[in-house]
Structure formats: C-alpha cells, structure tokens
C-alpha cells in the first residue's frame, strides 16, 4: 500500500520535522508499504537527503506545486524547485486548495507539470456532501474527467488518485464513510477511468482515500474495498499516531 503523510501546516519546529522524519525512514525501512511525507516546502530542504537515492525507502512529497515555471514569480515553487529538492509526489487540488478557489483547470496545469518533471501528482477529488439523488457522482466524475482528459495516454498512467470526500473530513469513526460505500466509490472511480484507459490498464492507478483517516478505522477501509493506500492528515504528524495507523495496515 502506500501511505502518505500531509503534514499539512500542524509542523512548525525542525525539531518536530526531524522527529517525525526519522520515525517514518524506519516504518518504511521495513518494506510492508511505500510511505511518503509531505511536510512544508522549508522542512523539506531541511530534511531529504541532499543527493536523493532512488533506493531510498522513504520518500517525500510536495503538498502544492505553482503553475508557474520560474522567473519573475514572487513566493511561487515550482515544479523544477521541488525535483531538485527530492521531491517524488506532488499532491494536487486538495480540498483545502481547491476551496481556496483553485479551479479543475489550475489542477490539470500543476499536474502536468508535475509530470513533467519526472514527479507523480497525487490528484485529490472528492464531493463537498452526498445527495440522495447521487448528482455527487457526477461530481466526482466531473473533476477526474477534467485532468485524464489533458493527460496523455502514458501520463495518465503515471498519476495516483486521492478520493478525499470533504463532508467525512474532521468526522468521527461512526460519522464517516463506511467500508461499503467506500467501496463502491472505488469502483465508480474504476469505471470512470475506463473512459481514458480501456479493459485492465486502469487497474495500474493507484486509488487512495483521503478522509478522516487514523489507527482506528484504517484497517476497516483497507480490508475488501479495493483501495490502494491512504492520504493521511494531521495523523500523520504524530510520531505513535503514524506508526499506530501503518501497524494497523500492515
């Protein structure tokens, strides 16, 4: 499985960012899973390792990249920035981005530039709540059909997808998504993504799920409903919380 960390903004200290950096190099130096992190921009220049190997276990992750490609950007990162940081993942259109007012189009820009430089965007989508009528799924459809659309047929590959519905987020266990519809969610995102990727193929994109993810309910949702790993928030910066959810996976 793989598991990524977004640190989000919840780490401030280098103290806390070596901490928790260490803690997950030896929960992946034990091979079960892939693990990511994605801290702040600063803590990753801090500390990935100043040549990145390949062969390194643990790997980092960009929480937004700009759709800029350098110059006369002030406060921009890009994408070319991130790589020479050892950045392997970039996530893009989080919830929290796009309801800064990031548009499917902005998404669809940050990722192919991710792409570009060698980077796997992990591309968030996810519906705001659920209708009894279900529109939501044409929501859903609708944000994943913007990106694979621009996307050629070997990029679209090369992409993981985060489900992340924003009504489960902050949830408690009882009040979030249930293995069932998760589930079934998985296998609506699969038969979107034979629309770009006929028969098997789309089987090689790797689907995560992004809601309201810790110890407590992780194994449920990894049990029977065909996802592929998780994007884990503010779990992820708590060193026994981390350990807690990827022992429960494992």
């Not at 260490?22 to 990753?44: F, M, N």
């Not at 929501?139 to 913007?146: D, N, P, Y």
Request: net charge neutral; hydrophobic share 45%; proline share 4%.
């Amino acid at each position: 499985m793989l598991i990524v960390g977004n640190w989000k903004a919840y780490v401030e200290s280098r103290a806390k960012a070596k901490a928790l950096c260490v803690s997950a190099k030896r929960l992946a130096s034990k091979g079960d899973h892939e693990i990511v992190i994605a801290p702040a921009v600063p803590h990753i220049g801090f500390i990935a390792p100043a040549k990145p190997d390949t062969k390194e276990a643990l790997k980092f992750g960009a929480q937004d990249v700009s759709i800029t490609v350098g110059g006369a950007e002030t406060g921009e990162v890009t994408a070319g920035l991130l790589r020479d940081l050892g950045v392997s993942y970039v996530i893009v259109g989080h919830s929290e981005r796009r309801a800064r007012g990031e548009s499917d189009e902005i998404v669809t820009e940050k990722a192919r530039h991710a792409l570009a430089h060698g980077m796997t965007p992990i591309i968030c989508i996810g519906e705001v709540d659920r209708d009894p009528e279900a529109h939501y799924l044409k929501h859903v459809r609708a944000q994943l059909s913007a990106v694979m659309s621009s996307l050629s047929t070997k990029e679209r590959l090369s992409v993981v997808i985060a489900y992340e519905p924003i009504w489960a987020i902050g949830k408690s266990e009882l009040e979030a998504i249930t293995p069932d519809d998760l589930g079934e969610m998985i296998l609506y995102i699969r038969k979107v993504l034979t629309d770009f990727m006929p028969g098997r193929a789309n089987q090689k994109v790797r689907i995560l799920y992004g809601g309201s993810v810790d110890s407590s309910n992780v194994r449920s949702l990894a049990v029977g409903t065909g996802i592929d790993g998780f994007l884990v928030g503010r779990a992820s910066t708590d060193v026994a919380g981390f350990a807690a959810l990827v022992k429960a996976v494992s």
